[in-house]
């Protein structure tokens, strides 16, 4: 069955950096684009960035551009969200999703990961 | 940029009523809208894609309509397992996504 798991997030100062993992497993990962999107406690769902499968195409959200990286390996399954010059604004539950397959819905979701940037 | 606006932000309903949750867009996204339904402590879950399509495995009592600019998610007979809070999402033809800011749903 479809799978993501995202691992990486943590306690960070402002102005640091953390790089966040996404591992898929039970679908064919390099035929399919994928986002992160994140949550502030209590607040909405906010998207961040997207890659196409390949790794070509890749977008930000106004938010986080310049400051955040989304990469991926095929080869290893893993999406990637490097993100520099952290803000408390930045702080939330990242997750990381799968957009459907000639669709813009996201079909799979992981269970996120909690992104805390404080002094 | 494309801005949603989902309306009411909360709901109180009895189980077995019919809910109805809407969302604008402000500008036209044709049918370029989907809908989520997030329980706490869980990642969202995909409920309607293309504004009107039921994701495989997603109870029938939801359905989803509207193209444009105005959005109707309902649920046709509210089971308790429903409560939970619901989004909208529109993208456009780059795949930007933008959501709206939530209904949470609550058996009154």
């Known amino acids: 069955q479809v799978q993501l798991v995202e691992s990486g997030g943590g306690l960070v100062k402002p102005g640091g950096s953390l790089r966040l993992s996404c591992a898929a497993s039970?679908?064919?990962?390099?035929?399919?684009?994928m986002s992160w999107i994140r949550q502030a406690p209590g607040k909405g769902l906010e998207w961040v960035s997207y890659?196409?499968?390949?790794?070509?195409?890749?977008y930000y959200a106004d938010s986080v551009k310049g400051r955040f990286t989304i990469s991926r390996d095929n080869a290893k399954n893993s999406l990637y969200l490097q993100m520099n010059s952290l803000r408390a604004e930045d702080t939330a539950v990242y997750y990381c999703?799968?957009?459907?397959?000639?669709?813009?819905?996201?079909?799979?979701w992981g269970q996120g990961t909690l992104v805390t940037v404080s002094s | 940029d494309i801005q949603m606006t989902q309306s009411p932000s909360s709901l109180s309903a009895s189980v077995g009523d019919r809910v109805t949750i809407t969302c604008q867009a402000s500008?036209?996204?044709?049918?370029?809208l989907n809908w989520y339904q997030q329980k706490p402590g869980k990642a969202p879950k995909l409920l309607i894609y293309?504004?009107?399509n039921l994701e495989t495995g997603v109870p029938s009592r939801f359905s989803g309509s509207g193209s444009g600019t105005d959005f109707t998610f309902t649920i046709s007979s509210l089971q308790p397992e429903d409560i939970a809070t619901y989004y909208c999402?529109?993208?456009?033809?780059?795949?930007?996504?933008?959501f709206g800011q939530g209904t949470k749903l609550e058996i009154k």
């Open positions: 999703a799968r957009r459907a397959a000639g669709l813009g819905g996201l079909d799979y």
């Open positions: 039970g679908f064919t990962f390099s035929d399919y684009y």
């Open positions: 890659i196409s499968s390949s790794g070509s195409t890749i």
């Open positions: 500008q036209d996204i044709s049918n370029y």
């Open positions: 293309d504004a009107s």
């Open positions: 999402q529109q993208y456009d033809n780059l795949l930007l996504y933008t």
